[in-house]
């Protein structure tokens, strides 16, 4: 690709041409797609309201762009590969030819089941084939899509079916995920008692769980895919979308409330993710990479789907978890697909060291050539071994640091162009300005500085919108900081320049990679009938990066031993398994200001423990809590 980067200088040139001149910049990289008709006007933004518009007046549909403008040149080029769970059943590999072609035909079975253009989607389905097909057949047709990560509850799902009204859910009867089966049409099902906008549930069949199919709600896929076929399965032209149509909607949690509808449009983030996937990890033509994430987050939406689709990479997608049938499960798809590309996350590097070294030893990893992390910070010691033992100390890793909001990576280096250092996610790629924040509201000129990190000139892929609440936007990301996008997280910019994230510094946590809000979590366990209150704090973990750790006053009658269970179970219905708290330590009261706040850094502290540094104590309703709860802390650690 004509965009692509090739040396330091030519960053350093790139960066400042896309500083000085954004709108020239970003004209010219967005040259390198398929656009049906031309913008008029390459930016138009304000931070204020905030309303941000890329490529206004362009016309384009971006499964044209993924799909049908690669079919002449490489239509037999493997767009998929697909691993699944089980290492004895067969692969799947689909190319361009063949995956435009089931889109297409998935297109219209949306079609006959009476979604069109703007309707919204929720697609709840495994890390197979047809969750990439679902995705692109409702970007075909302009149909937004609403992908719920598979961990979560039939609670959440309803949730966010509902605050999107979506008309249809796309499922299947069950899931494999290591030795479990998950059953996620039985989820959907319930997730359905409270939604009334569902008027259809399309339902695949992956693992043969028995199933209820609800008569004029219920269809299978595979009956629905035959009457596209007795139609003499016609192709489906892409429907013409605006460049700020909405693609998709993806839901992320913040430091108060439900979690939010992240939007984004269709242009800006199609040129922002193709850019940084081609750039980021300098995809070569016969590159197979392997993104080892859920479509389920953004990392899988932007960097297994429509990145390396757009750029006509050969994208490998992996139903399974990294420990199954062991801990060499990652390596053994490297040697069995010849993986160039490995992007995975700290916390999964963290789970496989403990393993040992002889489940990497036993595979040929002598194809990798790129190493990318995202997620969280990555420590050292992951980093170390990364590098050493799966790069063989050749391959380049780019720590890539982005967010949800983000659509795509905003800071990494390029691999084998830009230096690296462990820990540090280093520069900001072209067209990013970030900055660092004081208290007051200052920005931190120079370097060897720390402050809170924001972004004060719009990039493509930023989003656009909280899906119903614009206001919310506004509030959580606008605000804080005058005219600058503000991401939550703390940095360090070094005497270099060069960037190191230190981690979120509003109340949401980072436990395995996944965004958890605190607030969220404690409006679950306040839901427990014997639960009077509860603050929620993060604390380090080795393989997780952080904790989840439970202050949880409770009802004087209870058995500590069952309710710690109950809270759990509460946990996982209300949200998911993946917010259950790793520690829950039943206090009398928690620590409170005079005006009622409970005092969070006193908490985090006794939860890392690290008593030395409690601070000030004084201005505590009644400083004597604390020792209270740090007896507690001893006796459960
Ligand atoms: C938060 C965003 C889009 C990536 C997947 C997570 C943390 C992400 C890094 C990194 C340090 C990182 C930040 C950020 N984070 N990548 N390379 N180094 N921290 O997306 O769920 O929206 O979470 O993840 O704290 O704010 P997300």
Known sequence: MSFQINSFEAYQEAYKKSVDHPEQFWGEIAENFFWKRKWTNVLNWNFTEPDIKWFEGGKLNITENC???????????????????????????????????????????????????????CIYLPMVPELVIAVLACARIGAIHSVVFGGFSAQSIADRINDANCKLVITSDGGFRGTKVLELKSIVDDALMQCKTVEKVIVLTRTRTPVSMIKGRDVWWEDEIKKVETQGNPSC??????????????????????????????????????????????????????????????????????????????????????????????WDIVDKFKVNILYTAPTAIRSLMVFGDEFVDKYDLSS?????????????????????????????????WWQTENGGILIAPMAGISPTIPSYA??????????????????????????????????????????????????????????????????????????????????VLNV???????????????????????????????????GIYAYVIANHHIDEESTRKDIL?????????????????????????????????????????????????????????????????????
């Open 67 to 121: 799909l049908d403008r690669h079919i002449y040149s490489q239509g037999d080029k493997p767009a998929i590969i697909w691993e699944p769970n089980d290492p004895n059943e067969a692969h799947r590999i689909l190319s361009y030819k063949q995956l435009l072609q089931k889109v297409e035909q998935f297109a219209h079975v949306l079609k006959n089941n009476n979604i069109r253009k703007g309707d919204r989607v």
């Open 426 to 507: 280093m520069l900001p790629l072209p067209g990013v300005q970030p900055c660092l924040m004081d208290e007051n509201g200052q920005e931190i000129e120079g370097n060897d500085v720390s402050g809170n990190l924001c972004i004060k000139f719009p990039w493509p892929g930023m989003l656009r919108t909280t899906w119903g609440d614009h206001e919310r936007c506004k509030q959580t990301y606008f605000s804080t900081y005058e005219n600058n996008y503000f991401t939550g997280d703390g940095c360090y910019r070094s005497p270099e320049g060069y960037y190191r994230i230190t981690g979120r510094v509003d109340d």
């Open 237 to 330: 032209p892409a429907e013409e979308m605006d460049a700020e149509d909405t693609l998709f909607i993806l839901y992320t949690s913040g430091s108060t409330g439900k979690p939010k509808g992240v939007v984004h449009t269709t242009g800006g983030y199609m040129v922002y993710t193709g850019y940084t996937f081609s750039n980021v990890f300098q995809y070569q033509p016969d590159e197979v990479y392997f993104c080892t994430a859920d479509i389920g987050w953004i990392t899988g939406h932007s960097y297994i789907v429509y990145g390396p689709l757009s750029q006509g990479a050969t994208s490998l997608l992996f139903e399974g978890i990294p420990t199954f049938p062991d801990a060499g499960r990652f």
């Open 368 to 400: 990798i050539k790129k190493l990318g992390s995202v997620g969280e910070p990555i420590n050292e010691e992951a980093w170390q071994w990364y590098h050493d033992k799966i790069g063989k100390g050749k391959a380049p890793i780019a720590d890539t």
């Open 569 to 637: 179970q509460t946990v996982t219905r209300l949200i998911g398994a993946i917010a259950k708290p790793d520690i829950i330590q039943f206090v009398n009261e928690l620590p409170k200001t005079r005006s009622g706040k409970i005092m969070r850094r006193i908490l985090r502290k006794i939860a890392e423990n690290e008593l030395s540094s409690l601070g000030d104590t004084s201005t505590l309703q009644d400083p004597t809590v604390v020792e209270a709860i740090i007896q507690g802390a001893e006796k459960i650690r």
């Open 512 to 546: 395995s990679g996944h965004r958890i809000g605190t607030a969220e979590v404690e409006n679950a366990i306040n839901m427990h009938s014997d639960v009077v209150e509860s603050a929620i704090v993060g604390y380090p973990h080795p393989v997780k990066g952080q």
